[in-house]
């Protein structure tokens, strides 16, 4: 499974700037039944988080509620540049890494 972050074109020091996040990931609910009647196994992205050099600017659990290929976006003001890693884990135990550099211009 894939994610990707996605910055915008210019991204300014000190300004509000969207940073959007896409993983590719079926997140099954539990709740579907597969084609023979058995009931498919929930597997949800449940731990997710965006940070920057560290700094963690979000932290969270997605739910049973997320469509598939969850596309989330964030509102933030960066004090400077650097890396940011998204981290996520689904209830399989698969997990994914996505790292951008994100330079902000003055």
């Known amino acids: ?11 300014k020091v000190g300004l509000k700037m969207d940073i959007r ?9 539990g709740f579907r039944y597969d084609a023979s009647g058995s009931a ?12 920057l050099d560290g700094l963690i600017l979000f932290s969270g659990e ?15 003001i960066l004090p400077k540049s650097g890396w940011l890693q998204l ?3 689904d209830d399989e135990g698969n997990s994914g890494v ?3 550099l994100c330079n902000l211009s003055a």
């Open 1 to 11: 499974m894939t994610s990707r972050i996605i910055l915008p074109a210019n991204p």
């Open 62 to 76: 997605l739910g049973t509620g997320t469509s598939a290929n969850p596309f989330l976006q964030w509102s933030v």
């Open 40 to 51: 498919m196994a929930k597997n949800v992205i449940k731990k997710l988080s965006l940070d």
């Open 87 to 89: 981290k996520w884990e």
């Open 98 to 100: 996505e790292r951008v």
């Open 21 to 29: 996040i896409l993983i590719q990931h079926p997140m099954e609910t």
